[in-house]
């Protein structure tokens, strides 16, 4: 038996995804110039905290959800960096190559 995984967003990740960027947006207008292209969110990854700037739609993407979830389970939302994957920069490079 398969069971298809439903693409569709829960309500609360909606939520937690609204927080995320939410505090993104947030980030930087104080001190720089907003580089972030409208329809675009930064997020840090590796233990570099490399900034990549990715489009809003990745987020339907199964695979950038679960590093979404990671990253929740990792440091919640009460962190002062922004939006951070944690995985390897390879990995994350990786993996946004395939979308």
Known sequence: MVTK???KVSAYQAASLKKILKRCS?????????????????????????????PISWL??????????????????EHDMGLTIPCDEVVFQSLISMF
Do not use: D, I, T
């Open 5 to 7: 995984k439903s693409n």
């Open 26 to 54: 947030s980030l930087g207008k104080k001190n720089q110039v907003n580089e972030v292209p409208k329809g675009h969110f930064p997020v840090y990854v590796g233990q570099q905290r490399s900034r990549y700037v990715v």
């Open 60 to 77: 339907a993407h199964p695979e950038f959800q679960s590093l979404l979830q990671l990253a929740e389970e990792e440091f919640g939302f």
